[in-house]
Structures are given as C-alpha cells and as structure tokens.
C-alpha cells in the first residue's frame, strides 16, 4: 500500500461483490490527454508513491508530460512481476544464491533475499536441434537436454524450494513469451498489500528483450538485463525518464497472399528507418479493433528490432477474447474489463490521445517480404528476394565474386556485360534485367548416406519454423501446415540438403497441428517436432549433416538459413551458415521446397506435380479464408486449459530429478555449470570512492552495429577456444561441451566467450574474425585471444577501455554482454551511440558509458587503438554529482605511429539518471542492492 496518497487517488472498485483498491488516474490533471502507456506508468507512480522515491512533482510530471521535449523526468517503475527464460535466469538465481552467502558475511539474514515480486522462469532456451527429420526427435533432443543440463534444472528446482515467489515452467513446454501470453500474463494484477486486495494494470520486465510480446496483450513490460531483473525481483524501482511515445496509425486490412509476419517486418523497417531507440510505440485508430491479438503479439515481439522500449496495443474486446479463449477464468475477464474501463484504460477509438511523433501504416499496402541476410530491419519484397541475394552475396563469398548491374539486354547486351567483367559470356549467370553475379565457384556435389546432390552458393541448409514471433500466431502456423498439405499432395518434397525443423511455442501447437490433420503433412516435408523452445532463433539449431558442412567449409560456401524468427545477426544461427533470412512459417516451408535463396517464386516452379505440370507458390499458397476456416474447425478453449493446468509440474525426468535443499546452496566445486561469482569478493558495507580511470589500453575497437551477440557468450563453444580449452581442462568431452548459453551460471566459461563471437570484427586486427585482439603488453603486440590479452593486462594492473561506432548494444538484453565485459577489466565504454539497454546493463556492472562528442568518432578523432586513455573527471560521483562529460586524453605509445600527438576530446557521460548514478557510485546494482537490503535489516 501506498505511504503517500498526494492526490486522493486511493479509490475501492467492487467487481462481481469483490471489493478492490485501486489508485485512480482521473484524480491527475492531464491524464486524459496521456497515451495508454503513460497511463499505466501514471497509475505505477500513484501506487507506489512514497515522497521519496516516488514524488508527487514526478507524479505531475506524467500528467503535464510534453510530447515534444526531450524526455528529462526521472521516474521510479514498480513492475507487479519479472519473466525469465532459462539462459538468462540461472546467472539470476546464481547471483541471488551468492547475495544470501553475501549477506550474511555481512551481519544480515540470508533468507532475507527473496523475490519481493513474483518471479516466474520458463526453460525454453536450453533444447537444440540435435535430431531432425524423424519421428523421435522430439525424445530425442529432450533426453540430451536433460543429460547436459541436469546440474542447471537441479539448482532451478532448488531455487524454486528456497525462494519465496518464485515459479519455474520445466523444459519442454514452450517458449517464455507465448507462455506468457497465453497463461502468465494477467492484464489486471491482484495481489494483496497490508491485508487488502489491490488490482492494478500487469506490468512487468523480462530477461528477454522479446519480453514485449506481450504488450499486444496491452501489458506494460519490456526486456532488461538479468542484472536490472534482480533488481525489480528484490523490490528496487526501474529507474527512467519519461519517453517519448510514438504514436502508429493502423489502418485498412491484410491483402490476400500477405502474412502478419508480412506486417511486422514492413513496420520494423518503418520504425528503424524513422529511430525510436528509447521510445515508446503505441498502435491506435480505428484499425486497432481489426488487428487479432495474434497479430499485436508478434508486432510487440519485434519491438527490439525497432529499437523501441515498447509496443503498446491498448485493452478492448479483442483482449477479453483472447483471455477467455485461452482459458482465463471468467472471473479475471471480468475484472480485466471493469478495471480497463473504470481507469480510462479501455480503448475508444474516437479519442486520440497525444503522441510526440506520428506514423501511419495502410495494411493494405503490406507485401510478402523476407529479412536479411544479417539484420531484421533489412527488409527485402519476395518479389526482389533473387536480386537481392545476388547485390548481397559479394559480401560473404568474398573475391570470387564479381558483379554487374544489368538494365536490359536491348541497352546493355550480355556479350558486352561479360567483355566488361573480363570473362567470357559464358560464365556470366544472366538474365534480362537484375544485379546479377558472375560465379567463379561451381555447384559442389555432396553424397549424404544414400542421397547425392549438389549445393551452392545460397542453398538453403536450414529452414526452421521457430521461436516466439510467429509460432504464438496460429494465423501463420496453419498457413505453413495448409501450405505444406498442399504441397504434398501436388507431389512436392523438399530439397535434400535442408535441415528441416518445427519448434513451436506451445504444446497447443502441436495439439491443433493434430486436430487438423496438418502433422502428417509437415513431417512428409521433414518438418517434424524436434522441441517446445527457442532452438534456431537463439543459435541452438543444432549441427548441419557432416557431409554437408564439410562441402561447405571446404568449399567456402555462402549458403543460407530460413526462419521464423526475430533475430538473424551474423554468426547467430549456426556457424556453417553466412547468410540469415527471417520469413513467415509458409515462406520457411517454401524456401524448404526451393532449396536455395537464389530462386524466384514468381518465375520458376518449386517442381511438377504428379502429371508433370509446373507447380509454383501460388498454386499451393491458402486463402485467408481457407487458413481461418481449418482455425475456426481445430482450435479450441479446452486445448489451452488442457495444456496450462500443471504448467509447474513437469514431465516425470523434471519430477524426478534430485533437488537440493536448504536456504543457501551447497556449491559443487567440481562443477562445469553453476559456480558461484566473485562479484561480492571482499565487499564492504562502506562504499569505495570513484577513481578517475588512468593509462588504460584497447581490449577491442568495434564498428557500427556491434549487437550484444557479438560481445555476449552464445551459441557453441569452439574445442581451440579459451572456454573449450577450460573444459578440455576440466575433464568434459567435446560432445558435451553444450552452449555457452546453458554454461551460463559458470562465469568463468562466460568470461572466456566475451567478444568471442566469430563474425566479430575486431578493428586492431586486419581482416580477422572471430575473439582475437592485439595484446599490448607483448613485444610487438601480437596477436590473442581477447581473454588471454585481458588476463595480461590483469596482471599488469592494467585498465581497460572498448572503443565503437553506432549503436552499439543492438539485440538482445544479454546480461552477460555487460558482466563479461565487467569482469574482463573494463572500465569504460567509448561510443558513438548506444541502445538502451546494454547502456543501463553496463553501469549495473560498474562500467561507465560514454559517447564520443556530437559528429565525431574513433576515426575522425585519429584513434586507432593502439593508444594508452585517461578518463577524467569521474570522481565528481563522489560529490553526489554526475558530470555531463569528462575529459579523454588518448596519447599515442610505442604501438603507435611515429610522429602523433595527444587526442584530448571531452565524451558525454551516458549516466542518464540519479538511480543509475547511484548504481555506478556503489560499484554495481546489485552492490547497491546488497548494502540496501542490510541497512533495512540493522
């Protein structure tokens, strides 16, 4: 409850007889005006006001919110619960353990740490797709899930015994996001405050960035790191300033041939191309109504890839049928409805709140669209997806290819386009118009068991219908299983080179799947369930057949994945494969069908059927109507009622596992997957002042783009690499060596994988890849490995600095991207721009952000990185004040050119608010955390 009630905003709504308190948003002058976001964020800070952390100025600042000013009011968020996928939970649960040891070294009662708001974990991150193509890989890729990760389920199982509100959805489920849209997320929260029941909107933060997928459910939430997430678990605010909200028009209705994928890729190139990095999104209009919640679930799930915090659909009678048709209690949709329209929260179409920037989309001009081949706001029509290829594959087969833009054979005839590219006609690929590429490669024949055949430049190697964006919408679900029905029957099989897999969301999937009859036919396409999670999306899709990725990495192939997902970063999905591309699930089995990315759907057949006709996409593409008609026939209530009703409990390998107990855990020295941190080594209740960082070298320069993939541990670990050769160290075979994602909970894998992505392109080196540096404590400074480079500099006492360019933090809230940078020695991060959250991950791991000055960058600056920095002006924290800049001197040293003098530019201090500035100050958040909660108890 409420300490301070400045407003009067303490109201009580009866529902069905049931009385609630509520905190009313109408008693704010300028609520009416507020988006739907705002409102929610208003009704947070009259609930939790405390004339402390949460003011009454703060709370007038919601209300007298200026659309058009720069956001510059600090605010304090409560969210009512934290989600939390497996990879990024167990490093929560692991640091949780150690603060209770911490804790009580420090004269306070472990048992004190508990989440302070509910915590619920869904292991969807841990499956990958071993097995394929056959009818037990679903048992298959389970039995060695649990055989790698039994030592993480255990400590889960024991951290859901130990902790109070704390839930854990077991392996093979389904993934967090629809999870949670389909079960966890409430709308209208209730929980019980000093002995009253209070109802206030849902709101929460997720260890996933993807977490605002369930903003389509008109749930306030987004994606934050596993270290914020702590955190809000242990009762700390999220501290913000009020955003800018982007107001999105809706209109018109979904062409016939055009997916909601379609959709969501047409409005990620909108929104990245106009910048919401740090805003809000709200959808509003009149077209609102006519968007199924399907489809505002996967458009909120790819608010990352705008670069948004948020992608807001307000609540109205679609909300209310999709709670009811996914078995929430009448009670609930009830209470969500009267609470909605009581606090202004109902969607009225006819009231046009203010936003601070305006878009507008006509669905009816949506195309079939892909996205790739490295990022998802890289948006490409179908009908340009062959030319597209050709422009883009100079980029990853390297010199041997060449190009030439062709504009018609009457202007610019063949036999001139070759005489222009030095070769003969002959070797031109040529058709009348398009960019096309001149192969110096030639098809490489491959024999796999009793198949031969040849692949190439752009085959497709895997086809994947995953993750959370698409496999939540049955829209386009129904659509792939129709298209592959369709498909079949016309004699259609797939090219057999492609790794083809199915991992849905849920088990509701597989159950309509079945209902339908669709299954048969998607596993005739080799489109069998091979696991509930999050598989090829997050880099778990499992190894490509031998033969076929020795004739790849032999040959130096560019070949090709297709997948339902959100995200396609380079070096993300599987090593063998350069080039990613995101579509819809029909397009995923399409792609299958076409075996290679160099194919035109309009022009060229996917075969013949069985009486030798041509057979194209169109021919086998369903309706609109088709797909809602087998929806309407095979989906039903009792299957989402069926499925949720013991979500906790598990399979009978989750049951029996062995659970430790006890309120601390009893950590195995031996063990390769859960180690306690040194985060709190020889930590004091009193604070250590902040020092200006002097003489500190380059670990890494980076360019633009650099995502939280490339600097954050995932995907395989390489045998020759630091954290394989710890392994090695520590008696585990290669086969075992799992992901660097399941090893999360042992930090001294996850420091070794830091900046070890092998597509990063470190700017010290020439022309390498992969977790190399320069190490300048070396005669020379040779080349190393970033780890062993970071380790000398360790020894030496040597700081260190990364230098970048743009954006710098793009992709997933990877905790880890900011600990391992953390623990590898860094201490500050100099950049041109960063996104938002890897920002915030950076200070709550102790490392300062700084941005170059306006206009200017590393190389407009001179910096190469072979310069020693200085950083002055930092111990200004100490005087409780945060400076706007500080002063940077580079000065060139003996790896440096002859000749050069000093760089000195002032770089902006990224501490953008006073929580975060304490955060710093305290050496961390959770050291703020720490020293809070045994203050609280003394």
């Known amino acids: 409850m409420s300490a301070v009630n400045s407003f009067g905003a303490k109201d009580v709504l009866n529902v069905d007889g049931t009385d609630y308190e509520i905190y009313r948003i109408d008693k704010v002058e300028g609520y009416e005006k507020l988006p739907f976001s705002l409102k929610v964020l208003l009704e947070n800070q009259l609930r939790t006001e405390d004339g402390a952390n949460v003011t009454a100025d703060q709370i007038s600042g919601i209300g007298n919110w200026d659309p058009k000013a720069e956001p510059n009011t600090e605010i304090q968020f409560t969210p009512a619960r934290v989600v939390m996928q497996d990879f990024t939970g167990v490093p929560c649960v692991v640091d949780l353990a150690t603060m209770r040891e911490a804790v009580k070294e420090l004269g306070g009662n472990p048992e004190q740490i508990n989440p302070q708001a509910p915590a619920e974990l869904v292991i969807d991150h841990s499956v990958i797709a071993e097995f394929f193509g056959d009818s037990d890989a679903f048992e298959r890729n389970v039995e060695i899930e649990y055989q790698r990760n039994g030592e993480r389920y255990q400590f889960l199982r024991w951290g859901q015994g130990a902790f109070e509100d704390f839930k854990v959805v077991p392996p093979g489920t389904g993934i967090v996001h629809q999870v949670n849209i389909e079960y966890l997320a409430r709308v209208t929260f209730v929980r019980e405050a000093n002995g009253v029941k209070q109802a206030y909107p849902d709101t929460l933060v997720g260890t996933d960035s993807h977490t605002t997928m369930v903003n389509g459910l008109g749930v306030l939430g987004w994606g934050v790191g596993g270290i914020e997430a702590e955190a809000a678990m242990l009762g700390q605010p999220v501290s913000m300033l009020i955003p800018k909200v982007v107001g999105f028009k809706l209109k018109g209705s979904i062409p016939m041939g055009v997916t909601a994928t379609d959709v969501v890729l047409t409005i990620t190139d909108m929104l990245r191309q106009h910048g919401v990095v740090g805003k809000f999104v709200e959808f509003y209009g009149d077209g609102v109504g006519a968007v199924p919640l399907a489809n505002r679930a996967t458009i909120g799930n790819m608010s990352p890839e705008f670069g948004s915090t948020a992608a807001m659909f307000p609540i109205d009678e679609e909300t209310l049928n999709y709670l009811r048709f996914t078995g929430r209690s009448e009670e609930q949709v009830r209470l969500v409805e009267a609470y909605s329209k009581e606090q202004h929260l109902w969607h009225d179409p006819s009231i046009e709140p203010e936003f601070s920037e305006y878009l507008e989309l006509d669905l009816a001009t949506v195309v079939p669209s892909i996205a790739g081949p490295r990022r998802p706001q890289d948006r490409i029509e179908l009908t340009d997806a062959k030319k597209q290829f050709a422009s883009d594959l100079g980029d990853y087969a390297g010199t041997e290819m060449d190009f030439v833009d062709v504009l018609s054979e009457a202007s610019f005839p063949a036999s001139d386009a070759g005489k222009l590219m030095g070769e003969d006609v002959d070797s031109l690929h040529y058709e009348r118009a398009g960019h096309e590429f001149n192969r110096a490669t030639k098809p490489v024949t491959v024999k796999d068991g009793e198949k031969e055949f040849e692949i190439d430049h752009g085959s497709v190697a895997i086809a994947a219908i995953t993750s959370c964006t698409n496999t939540s919408n049955p829209s386009v679900m129904m659509a792939a299983g129709m298209l592959a029905r369709n498909a079949v029957e016309k004699g259609l099989q797939t090219k057999p080179w492609v790794k083809t897999t199915l991992a849905p969301g849920s088990k509701v999937v597989t159950n309509y799947y079945d209902k339908s009859g669709l299954t048969e036919y998607l596993d005739k396409l080799g489109f069998y369930l091979v696991g509930y999670g999050c598989t090829t999306c997050i880099g ?399």
């Open 540 to 938: 778990n899709s499992g190894p490509l057949d031998e033969p076929i990725s020795e004739a790849i990495n032999e040959n130096d192939l560019a070949v090709t994945a297709v997948l339902s997902g959100n995200r396609n970063f380079e070096g993300r999905i599987n090593p063998d494969v350069k080039m990613n591309y995101l579509a819809s699930p029909p397009l995923v089995v399409a792609y299958a069908l076409a075996g290679s990315m160099d194919f035109d759907f309009d022009k060229e057949p996917l075969g013949k059927d069985k009486d030798g006709g041509e057979v194209f996409l169109k021919d086998i593409w369903p309706s609109a109507d088709e797909v809602q008609k087998v929806i309407d026939e095979s989906i039903d209530t009792d299957m989402y009622t069926n499925e949720y009703a013991s979500v906790f409990e598990g399979d009978e390998r989750w049951r029996s596992l062995p659970t430790p107990t006890g309120a601390t855990f009893e950590w195995d020295e031996n063990s390769t997957y859960v180690r306690k941190p040194s985060y709190f080594d020889g930590m004091t209740l009193e604070l250590t002042p902040v020092e200006d960082i002097k003489d500190a070298r380059v670990l890494v320069k980076l360019g633009d783009s650099t995502t939280t993939d490339h600097i954050s541990p995932a995907g395989s670990i390489a045998a020759a690499s630091p954290a394989g050769q710890y392994l090695a160290s520590h008696g585990v075979e290669r086969r075992d060596f799992n992901s660097y994602g399941s090893r999360r909970g042992n930090h001294e894998i996850m420091i070794r994988g830091t900046f070890a992505n092998i597509r990063l392109k470190n700017l010290l080196l020439d022309g390498v890849e992969g977790g190399h540096t320069r190490d300048f404590t070396q005669d020379g400074g040779p080349q190393s490995y970033i780890y062993d480079a970071a380790q000398n500099y360790a020894a030496q006492d040597t700081p260190l600095v990364v230098i970048a360019g743009k954006e710098y933090g793009t992709g997933s809230s990877r905790d880890w991207a900011a600990k391992g940078t953390s623990l590898l020695g860094v201490k500050a991060v100099i950049t041109e721009s960063f996104e938002r959250i890897h920002r915030s991950n950076l200070i709550g791991m102790g490392v300062v952000p700084l941005q170059f000055p306006e206009g200017e960058s590393a190389d407009s600056l001179g910096l190469d990185g072979t310069e020693s920095f200085s950083i002055e002006g930092l111990t200004e924290l100490n005087e409780g004040r945060t400076p706007k800049t500080v002063k940077v001197t580079a000065t060139p040293t003996d790896f440096s050119a002859e000749g050069r003098e000093p760089v000195v530019f002032d770089a902006v201090v990224r501490i953008d608010t006073p929580g975060e500035a304490d955060y710093y100050r305290n050496g961390g958040i959770l050291q703020y955390v720490l020293r809070s909660l045994v203050e609280k108890q003394k």
